[in-house]
């Protein structure tokens, strides 16, 4: 199993489902304000106290080989699917105009999925985490389940768990003990994972921000694009070229010297407050380096990173293939609902083909990737599906509604803002 | 637990299969694509060899007559429990042979179509007493394609027989299969619910083969047009219930869809593959290198459209998959056998066209086989179902719409 019961108990016991009523919690939801056109220092935020390391890393065991093909979700999965969805549809989705009017994700959404343990998915127990196995297969489902409700509001939850799972994953020791103790807690710190630089044909492989190399540690020049909740962020997972050696993670905590923040407001993932992270002539220390640097583990951050990306456009596709349904029954044209005419019939009936045979895909993906299978090519070919036709779907959606789709009083437009971002994010978020 | 590989039980077959399938098939591929509507007598062979199997019950499913299969003692071994069955082991064994060539795999002796239909819908005593037929099956007539209902071969009875008369056309096998899934109406003013299959043996009097088609592809597969002039069949060769229940309708005849349309589904995913392969091959002669991990946009454009192929491949074959699981877990699956049909139709299709075009002339010529890939993929998406049928089923089960609102 991908989780342990830790995760079920977690969930199970959350107040906030009960006692909240969870629709009211939106209609007082704290804002820091409008997050668009600043220019700010690296959040002040907390210091992370150093503790050395005494060995080995702990990492996540693999899942083993079941031998049968089947796509059925496991009860744990279906269980915490299941409180998910419910979630997103009674908060994240009502939540998403007004999430995305002021370029940030609420403070009670962010505590109230932390208060699930999304962050701790990937933490191993004996580091406070709530697993035992590794699963991306349940990180999928999980931003699946998310986006369905809202994407930009789920990026902005599920940046932290990036930064967890990263250094869980990759970490040494010393930087699981210095970092991981903060994620396990009630204050979970802002952070993000940033890899994208602004520049057309981006490749995460080609990176411009350098790290040199000097007697104490490295100094790091760049800018990186797609970092989440920049402003807020006090830990940062940056891709780094590092001199002579190629793509690396590097750690960046947000009150070093050099760190800049500038808002970044794009087409869509509002909610997620997207930034630039400008480093310049930022020192940090040889063991700032994410575990030993290997260039593998760049890579499988990189695949694991496109998979939840993958994983989001599931949802957002989902939201629009059931709201389309539901519009194209009622709407009537020519004294008949327009779902009688096969132009318009087919196009329905097309998402859903394209939607299934993308999430296969991507569940492929993830079950490779968390059994310890080679799965570059099979994220490669979600990336793909979940680009083109995740996009498709957005626009076909859009257009099936006609007028009605391009003005905000539907949810259709800004699902077709979010969805073009799925085949172009590197980074940011982390299955 | 999610996982969506091969499973492991079936993988040993499967290696054996795509042997047999290179051996037997792909040697043979051109050979028959040139002298259509000579007979494949390399097939008799393998035919015996899967009768063997399946008598055996090491077939796995080798054969037509395995999709749908009642099988009662695999049913209370999985009780509760996941299950691979023969709807994925037919499934991913049609997958191999077409890679190797679908108009041969459409040739095999015993394992048409009709076959398909007698396991679909034969009651016990019919089973055993069609057991080794040949069967192929008749559906279309020269005014009637994808409007089943609508047929006008009609069926009379007389004592203890039917009597057969209309014309049928695009019958695969018709010429080479002892026998002939008849879909012919006892009354067509009850519209669907009159249409009846009948197994008609191809010994009786008033059946003959008409003329076969000369084809696109699949040219190693014989088309025929087949006639039934006051063919007496005999009463209890009407296949499953011989009531017209006006409430059932189509449902029991179009049943036999839902398990064969998969099957379509794998030989587009089967045939894509080999091109997919070939063209692999080619592009890497021609210096290009495909590179998962980079953005396919930074890569060349043989490489990102190589990519983006796959990438339909891959859908459309875990769709299949996903159809056949779904039948062998005994769970409805009838929208997602037509998505499945759907999506690897057109992709199969287009995979092998833009295949030859980045093979240039070298994939257009017949020193390859790609080109013969490109032409065999075309029917995959109109046999068992158009591409606009399996669009309308989806729309109508996805917006819960009947036949005469969606029309």
Redesign the interface.
Known sequence: ?GIGLAVLNRIASSPTIDKLKLRKTTEKAVYEGAKSGFRVAGASGRVFKRVKGSGKPTRLAR?S??????????ED?QMIVGVIKEFSAEVLRPAASDAENVNDTSKEVLAQTSEFGLTLLNIPESLGGLSEDRSA?TGVLVAEALAEGDMGQAVACLAPAAVATAISLWGSDAQQQTYLPDFAGDDIPASALAIAEPRA?????ELQTTAVKTESGYVLNGVKSGVVRGSEAELFVVGVDVEGQGPTLVLVESSTAGVTIEADPSMGLRAAGLSRLILQDVEVSADAILGDGDAADY?EC??LSRLAWAGLALGTGRAVLDYV?DY??TRSAFGEPI??R?AV??M???I???L???R??T??A???AE?G?DF???????R??TS?YGMKIGTDGVQLLGGHGFVKEHPVERWYRDLRAVGLMEGAVLV | ?????????FRPFIKQAHQVAEEFLRANSRKYDLAEHSYPKELDLLASLVDGMGDSGQGQGAGASAVGSRDEKDDQAGKGK?K?GTN?SSVLSIIEMCWADVGLLLSMPRQGLGNSAIASVANDEQLERFKGTWAAMAITEPSTGSDSAAITTTAVKDGDAYILNGEKIYVTSGERADSVVVWATLDKSLGRAAIKSFLVPKSLPGIRVERLEHKLGIRASDTAVILLENCRVPAENLLGNPEIDVKQGFAGAMATFDNTRPLVAGMAVGCARAALEDTREMLAKAGVVID???????QSYAAATF??M???W???L??T??AA?LADNRKPNSM?AS?AK??AGRVGNDITLRCVELAGTLGYSENELVEKWSRDSKILDIFEGTQ?IQ??I???R??N?SSA???
């Open positions: 199993m899942t080989d079941s031998g049968v093909f089947d796509l059925e979700p496991t999965q297969v044909l981006f490749d995460p492989f890579r990189i695949r349904s194209v029954k779902a009688h096969q019939a087919f329905v009936a097309n859903a083909i394209e299934e045979g993308m296969l895909v569940l492929k993830a079950s490779r059994q299978l570059a090519r099979e994220v490669a070919l979600a793909r599906l083109e | 637990m999610i996982n969506l590989e091969t499973p492991r039980k996941v691979n994925m998962y991990d980079r953005p396919a946009q930074t990519i983006a796959e990438a339909d891959e859908a459309a875990l769709l998959l996903e699981w997602e998505m759907a999506k606009q669009q309308l989806v729309a109508r996805l917006l719409l609102q969606l029309r």
